[in-house]
């Protein structure tokens, strides 16, 4: 088989990534699809292996918290989705998942929604890097700032001290007046 006839588009993939409860996750149903099982094949699976999905490994949404991710994704038609609450899977559910499921097809998307989990964490610590760079530089310019702010205020004081030069005496040889 070849990689293409195997594999999905990385784009796909990374928008059934969603941020719930502090992780990122991907739902039930998402997986089945990109696996090319049904959604209760794979919840049947994972129901029979339990003791491989630990809490850490997956979770089942809130009403409220399904409720949220159904007004994000866009109005969904009656009768089209489970009435079942879905389950998220974490990175390490999703890597668990192949285990469970013996097909070709699981076990090379599997390797590549790992990859993508593995790109996001580093676009993550890339970004906060650039962050933390970017925090350092303005510390430095507020620094500059009020060090120039002091510069300026010395030579408006000076320049509020300098006399009249009518007022000051002048220094050398004068020429007698006339009287």
């Known amino acids: 088989m070849q990689k293409s006839e195997i594999s999905v588009p990385d784009e796909l993939v990374m928008n059934k990534i969603y941020f719930i409860r502090g992780q990122k996750v991907m739902l039930d149903r998402d997986l089945a699809q990109l696996y090319e099982v049904e959604t209760k094949q794979l919840k049947r699976q994972v129901a029979r292996n339990s003791d491989r999905?630990?809490?850490?490994?997956?979770?089942?949404?809130?009403?409220?918290?399904?409720?949220?991710?159904?007004?994000?994704i866009g109005t969904l038609k009656r009768g089209e989705h489970s009435k079942y609450l879905p389950i998220a899977f974490t990175e390490q559910g999703v890597a668990m998942l192949s285990s469970v499921l013996n097909s070709k097809k699981a076990i090379i998307v599997n390797i590549q929604i790992i990859r993508i989990f593995t790109k996001i964490r580093q676009a993550l610590t890339d970004n906060t890097e650039l962050r933390l760079a970017i925090e350092e530089i303005k510390k430095k310019t507020e620094n500059n700032t009020k060090n120039i702010e002091v510069v300026f205020q010395y030579l408006d004081e000076l320049l509020d001290k300098k006399e009249d030069p009518k007022k000051r005496k002048q220094i050398g040889y004068k020429l007698p007046t006339k009287k």
């Open 53 to 72: 999905f630990p809490e850490d490994f997956m979770f089942e949404l809130t009403t409220v918290e399904n409720e949220s991710l159904r007004s994000q």
